[in-house]
């Protein structure tokens, strides 16, 4: 079965219920959202009444809590302890992420593993694994180190640092693996050949660690190191390549998230879910913006 949604919001009024509202009008069957806003501190306090009604809703329409996810915030960057308040802040925000997780019944949070700045690659890791370690051990979440596009000084730019720190990390169970295809492909790797992707992973014997993927086409050439997404066909990456990762039978039961620019200012999703569905390209879709 297609496992297919998007990044959607998590306002005050409507919270899980609201978030799954708008992936029900996408006529998708997964979710992806942040509990407050990415670039931020400020987290509204949880309804646990708008939680029930959508676990109960989910039920309904045959959503599994496996295929919803969540984005931990940007601000938290646990390769860098330069500035240990800064690293104990990522780490205690961490932390309240995850019990924000537990609190809405949802297993899994996707993070950017961080980015070294100027500590070293190697130094950033093993902040990483540190940090991870204090966070799980106190913690029931699983917690997917999103694939990066390898700017800036970003760390998990390659599948061999993604497997550096799931190898230090002591609580393997808790530990996963989120694929986005932009930042795979803008750090160097050529998604158009995807199971060889997938073979590195088998042989690091981490392909059961692959969670989550999200879909993204890309705006840049292979190997910029950019980080720009596109809505998908629109890219260098090309539908046809993308339709073959999302129907991938090695990944049948992992959620697909969509994170495509807004078009005019309104979510492509339902459209894009369309495409998808039916395997057949829009062109129609960007034709006014």
């Known amino acids: 079965m297609l496992i297919i949604g998007s990044h959607v ?6 919270q899980l219920l609201g978030a799954l509202d708008e992936t029900l009008s996408y ?15 400020v987290r ?7 939680t029930f009604k959508a676990l109960e809703k989910m ?30 802040f990522s780490i205690n925000f961490l932390k309240q992420e995850c019990n924000r997780c ?11 593993p961080g980015s070294h700045v100027g500590c070293g690659n190697d130094v950033g890791i093993n902040n990483i694994i540190n940090a991870l370690n204090e966070v799980l051990k106190e913690s029931d979440t699983i917690i997917l180190l999103e694939t990066m596009a390898g700017k800036g000084t970003e760390v998990g730019k390659t599948l061999e640092e993604i497997k550096q720190i799931i ?13 986005d295809t932009c930042h795979l492909s803008d750090a160097g790797y050529d998604v158009s050949k995807f199971d060889e992707i997938l073979d590195i992973l088998e042989s690091y014997n981490l392909l059961d660690k692959v969670l989550c993927i999200h879909i993204n ?22 539908f046809d390549n993308l339709i073959n990762i999302i129907y991938n039978k090695r990944l049948e039961q992992i959620p697909k998230i ?29 034709k006014d913006e």
Do not use: W
Request: proline share 5%.
């Open 9 to 14: 919001g998590f306002k005050k009024d409507t």
């Open 27 to 41: 006529n998708g069957n997964a979710f992806m959202f942040y509990t407050g806003a990415p670039q931020n501190t």
């Open 44 to 50: 509204m306090p949880l309804n646990d009444d708008l």
């Open 59 to 88: 039920k309904e329409n045959n959503i599994s809590l496996d295929n919803v996810v969540v984005h931990a915030p940007y601000i938290i960057n646990l390769a860098n302890n330069k500035d240990l308040d800064k690293y104990n």
């Open 102 to 112: 537990a609190d809405l019944f949802v297993k899994k949070l996707v993070l950017h």
């Open 167 to 179: 190898e230090g990390v002591i609580y393997k169970d808790k530990i996963g693996i989120c694929l």
């Open 217 to 238: 086409d890309s705006k840049n050439i292979r190997g910029s190191h950019k980080d720009r997404h596109e809505n998908i066909g629109y890219g260098t990456i090309g």
């Open 258 to 286: 969509l994170e495509t620019p807004y078009i005019n200012d309104l979510p492509p999703y339902k459209e894009e879910i369309e495409m998808i569905k039916n395997k057949k390209f829009n062109p129609n879709l960007k």
